[in-house]
């Protein structure tokens, strides 16, 4: 059973930012699966904001392209979200997702 254990959300100012963590406890699963981070907001579906492949591509939804950036440490096993210039609209609950596995979830509000 792999876990997949995120961190860094939270509450911040329009124009701040934030960095959320994702951390499997298999380092198999990251070297060969593609890592995307999902978000929900309230009464919304789940969409994809940012994917990175095994080989290292990305993908990234229109609305967070040149804000969002994601990237992945092996060592560590950790996948990280950097979100820049938040937007109220960027305010949902944020899932790691690899293969069949998802995080916890991470709430971020952006709001004044």
């Known amino acids: 059973q792999v876990q997949l254990v995120e961190s860094g959300g939270g509450l911040v100012q329009p124009g701040g930012s934030l960095r959320l963590s994702c951390t499997a406890s298999?380092?198999?699963?990251?070297?060969?699966?593609?890592i995307g981070w999902f978000r929900q907001a309230p009464g919304k579906e789940r969409e994809l904001v940012a994917r990175?492949?095994?080989?290292?591509?990305?993908y990234y939804e229109d609305s967070v392209k040149g804000r969002f950036s994601i990237s992945r440490d092996n060592a560590k096993n950790t996948v990280y979200l950097q979100m820049n210039s938040l937007k109220p609209e960027d305010t949902a609950v944020y899932y790691c997702?690899?293969?069949?596995?998802w995080g916890q979830g991470s709430q971020v509000t952006v709001s004044s």
């Open positions: 997702n690899v293969y069949l596995y």
């Open positions: 298999s380092k198999f699963i990251l070297d060969y699966y593609h």
């Open positions: 990175i492949t095994s080989g290292g591509s990305m």
